[in-house]
């Protein structure tokens, strides 16, 4: 089991940044592929970053790249979203996640534990 807790949600205005934090506990940090989602109300949730177990890959959905980075510390057990130029359209519930398999990927369905979420709102 692991156990994901976001942070570092918050109100913003239109083309400022963010980070959110997800710190992680159990089991072994670095034997897991961490991913960030989103959903937006009365939207289904999507991907929007993943990063490799050692932080050397990464994988960016098209709506971010650009502006998000994703990081880990595997010594903090600590996945990052960096967040920049920020709209009203990225409004919404962000949720770190867990996945034990060896590639990264955008499939919802690949990552095995979630956080609660942590809401950002991005006001125009």
């Known amino acids: 089991q692991v156990q994901l807790v976001e942070s570092g949600g918050g109100l913003v205005q239109a083309g400022t940044s963010l980070r959110l934090s997800c710190a992680a506990s159990g089991r072994i940090f670095s034997n897991y592929i961490m991913g960030w989602f989103r959903q937006a109300p009365g939207k289904g949730r999507e991907f929007v970053a993943a990063?490799?177990?050692?932080?050397?890959?990464?994988n960016y959905a098209d709506s971010v790249k650009g502006r998000f980075t994703i990081s880990r510390d595997n010594a903090k057990n600590l996945v990052y979203l960096q967040m920049t130029s920020l709209k009203p359209e990225d409004t919404a519930v962000y949720y770190c996640a867990a996945d034990l398999q060896f590639l990264i990927t955008s499939r919802i369905g690949a990552y095995d534990y979630w956080g609660q979420g942590t809401q950002v709102t991005v006001s125009s």
């Open positions: 990063i490799s177990r050692n932080g050397g890959n990464t």
